[in-house]
């Protein structure tokens, strides 16, 4: 059974960067058939897709996002990552890792972990 | 890119049939069949319920379906349960080659 397992800081200051690690168990990150998710849900708010990443390193990114975002795979460590930098209070959110087919729907979910952003 | 439109609520009493509809554009809803619905109950990650417009996946109750007509997608509850309160998100893939989500339709069951 594959599970997806977020993990990083809890708090991060204004201006700096949200760096988050999502470590694959149960199957691999290099399967040819998905890719890898990033969504955010501001608290008490709705879902944002971030971007989805591909093991070879290729993806997309929310056109909103796209210039603070980089996503990438460690196939060594079963895992992928996101980084957003100049986080402000609006990054403030909890973010999930996904597994996403390749008809963008996402199958598998993390649990979650929640980042505040400090000013 | 714009968020899909869904209804804040959408409320029914136990046994009942509820519809919640998710309009978007002919870029995103209306010009592909990669609609998925997710329920997400308090605190908890989201659940595929729907994928490709009408499919489910393996585990998931035939009480929920889901369809298209245009711009808009549609899922529907049959047989409202307790345990079916919670939120309802719908994405889309766009022409951008990006995905959007809907607001969220909060469920409640009377």
């Known amino acids: 059974q594959l599970q997806l397992q977020e993990s990083g800081p809890r708090l991060v200051k204004a201006s700096e960067t949200l760096t988050l690690t999502c470590t694959v168990s149960?199957?691999?990150?290099?399967?040819?058939?998905?890719?890898w998710a990033w969504i955010r849900q501001p608290p008490g708010k709705g879902l944002e897709w971030i971007g989805s990443?591909?093991?070879?390193?290729?993806?997309y990114y929310n056109p909103s996002l796209r210039s603070r975002v980089t996503m990438s795979v460690d196939t060594s460590n079963n895992q992928f990552s996101l980084k957003l930098i100049s986080v402000t209070a609006a990054d403030t959110a909890v973010y999930f890792c996904?597994?996403?087919?390749?008809?963008?729907?996402?199958?598998?979910w993390g649990r979650g972990t929640l980042v505040n952003v400090s000013s | 890119q714009s968020a899909l439109t869904q209804p804040a609520s959408v409320s029914g009493s136990p046994g009942q049939s509820i519809t919640i509809s998710c309009t978007g554009t002919t870029s995103d809803v209306g010009g592909y069949n990669y609609v998925s619905w997710y329920q997400q109950h308090a605190g908890k990650a989201p659940k595929l319920m729907i994928y490709d417009v009408s499919d489910r996946p393996s585990g998931i109750s035939n009480r929920f379906s889901g369809s298209k007509s245009g711009n808009t997608a549609s899922l529907t509850i049959s047989g409202l349960q307790g345990e079916d309160e919670a939120d309802y998100y719908c994405s889309s893939y766009t022409s951008s080659s990006t995905l959007v989500f809907g607001g969220g339709t909060k469920v409640t069951v009377l």
């Open positions: 149960g199957g691999s990150v290099t399967s040819s058939t998905y890719y």
């Open positions: 996904a597994r996403q087919s390749w008809f963008w729907f996402f199958d598998l």
């Open positions: 990443v591909f093991y070879s390193g290729s993806g």
